[in-house]
């Protein structure tokens, strides 16, 4: 099976600087790599995903992520933070094996806290 | 419909009382999944569902927990004898019929929000 860590579940930043939020994969096939953003209350929205096309991949409000093979990596990145990108991230991946159909693995997520 | 529909969208319920969770998946959809989402965890996969059948149920914590999906549409997620430790969200979503590799993104709903007292 297929796994996501998420390193740093709480990262703090202040508005207009850049967010780095990290996510390391396992995977013993090409994997499918996706990222969610949460606001309070809500359910998971996509924020974009990598299906072995570009390594980087822009998604929507700014955001992008580029997928590493040799670093097992697809960190997510905004050069610029805004009050309203303070949400909960989840990374995860996706298990197309013949057997299992498409499952999905995801990290145990990331707080982002913008400084005023 | 439009998007992923679960209802209720919160739940307070008495300790021992069963309850019962339902999801809607977006028309057409195939792959249905439960996911578990208690406060300040991360997702904790329940079951999918391909159609009415569930390849994949590994995620059920104990035999209380139960799910099913009839007409390859609606799914019923249930917790018989609920306990304090269920309370979480519960979090359905669903995805396009799924060929091998594709990468198919899965679309989530706003959650039911379970307190168990």
């Known amino acids: 099976a297929q796994s996501v860590t998420q390193l740093g579940s709480h990262v703090s930043v202040s508005e207009g600087a850049l967010v780095l939020l990290r996510c390391n994969y396992s995977s013993s096939v090409p994997p499918y790599l996706f990222w969610y953003v949460q606001y309070p209350n809500q359910g998971l929205q996509l924020l974009l995903k990598y299906t072995s096309a570009a390594t980087l991949v822009k998604g929507i409000n700014g955001f992008e992520a580029e997928f590493k093979k040799s670093e097992t990596s697809f960190h997510l990145t905004k050069p610029s933070a805004h009050m309203s990108d303070a949400a909960e991230y989840f990374c995860a991946v996706s298990d197309a094996g013949p057997n299992t159909g498409n499952q999905f693995y995801f990290g145990t997520g990331t707080s982002l806290t913008v400084i005023p | 419909g439009a998007g992923v529909s679960q209802s209720p969208s919160n739940k307070v319920t008495e300790k021992g009382k069963d309850v019962e969770l339902r999801c809607d998946p977006i028309s057409g959809h195939t792959a249905l999944y439960w996911y578990r989402q208690s406060l300040g965890q991360g997702l904790e996969f329940l079951i999918y569902f391909q159609g009415n059948s569930a390849p994949d149920k590994s995620g059920l914590p104990s035999d209380r927990f139960s799910a099913e999906r009839t007409g390859g549409s609606v799914s019923t997620l249930t917790i018989q004898r609920t306990q304090q430790e269920d309370s979480a969200v519960y979090l359905c979503?669903?995805?396009?019929?799924?060929?091998?590799?594709?990468?198919?993104?899965?679309?989530f709903g706003e959650g039911s929000w379970l307190t168990v007292v």
């Open positions: 979503a669903s995805s396009p019929s799924p060929p091998v590799y594709s990468g198919n993104t899965i679309y």
